[in-house]
């Protein structure tokens, strides 16, 4: 069964507060206006813009942090990715007790406990396009596209009646309860995942059985093979998203997909509520149907 009334209230439950919202823009509204007054980046810095889940508007529960790009002004050919990087966190310390040179960006500790991601970039060629970033562990410039994936994801959004933005919700939700275990795979990757998979469903329970249905379908096939398919970024079609995503750990979350895509297929069919509702709290637990 599909259990609307059930999976409208799970989605409730999951949504960030007002209070995590409110913190989170002022903190990254706070950053911005830092970077772009700041003496030594003022001249140097292009633009700034929300990217990630919080401005995907896929984020569940706490907003663990919000990435911020700072478009700078540089020729990346010239100015190594650490270089950038280091600069970055030598003006965000004059602001921030607590800074952090990361991967691909720079975290700094916000107010209310706020963590913010700085990531700085370059653009290929419109300012408005795909962006060069730094890698610090390859020590090279990287291509991105985050306005891309917003625009990707708005456009599945509105395709699928807004049940990708919520679809997405409810496959984190699925995802965290794996703890720390290693399949966890990484919010954007499952984002990829379910932007390919969702199709055009007419409910929750059909969306969720779609992904899982469609992720076995789409690489149950590499599942112990020691490697990992290409998933291409919905936003930037060049870049495969699941580059680093170790084969054990993709192995190990398509186990659990596998026996998701079962269960939910069961709890779908189920013509029995009760019987159902017991299926789809063996995805999400105790929370679903309270």
């Given amino acids: 069964m599909e259990l609307a009334g059930d999976f409208s209230e799970l989605l409730s439950s999951i949504q960030p507060g007002e209070d995590e919202v409110s913190a989170a823009k002022a903190a990254h509204e706070r950053v911005r206006d830092e970077l772009r007054t700041d003496d030594d980046s003022k001249e140097a810095v292009k633009d700034t813009f929300l990217s990630g889940s919080y401005a995907r508007r896929t984020a569940i529960n706490d907003i663990n942090d919000v990435d911020v790009i700072c478009v700078l002004d540089l020729d990346h050919r010239i100015t190594e990715p650490e270089v950038c990087l280091a600069w970055i966190q030598g003006i965000l310390a004059r602001y921030y007790k607590e800074t952090k040179r990361q991967g691909r960006s720079v975290g700094a500790n916000g107010p209310k406990g706020v963590w913010l991601d700085i990531v700085p970039a370059t653009p290929v060629s419109a300012d408005d396009g795909p962006l060069w970033i730094p890698d610090r562990d390859a020590r090279e410039w990287v291509q991105t596209h985050p306005k891309g994936q917003i625009a990707a994801g708005v456009s599945k959004n509105k395709a699928t009646d807004g049940y990708f933005v919520q679809t997405v ?7 965290d309860r794996f703890g720390t275990d290693p399949c966890n795979p990484k919010s954007y990757i499952l984002e990829a995942l379910i932007h390919g998979t969702i199709g055009t469903p007419s409910s929750h329970a059909a969306a969720i059985v779609n992904v899982l249905e469609g992720l076995e379908n789409s690489y149950g096939s ?62 999400f637990g105790s929370k679903f149907g309270q």
């Fill in 222 to 283: 590499y599942r112990n093979t020691n490697r990992v398919p290409t998933i291409s970024d919905p936003g930037y079609t060049s870049v495969n998203v699941a580059k680093r995503w170790a084969a054990k750990e993709f192995t190990d979350f398509m186990v659990q997909v596998k026996s998701a895509a079962a269960t939910a297929r069961s709890a779908l069919n189920s013509s029995d509520e009760a019987t159902s509702r017991k299926l789809w709290r063996q995805l």
């Fill in 169 to 175: 919700k409810l496959m984190k939700f699925w995802r």
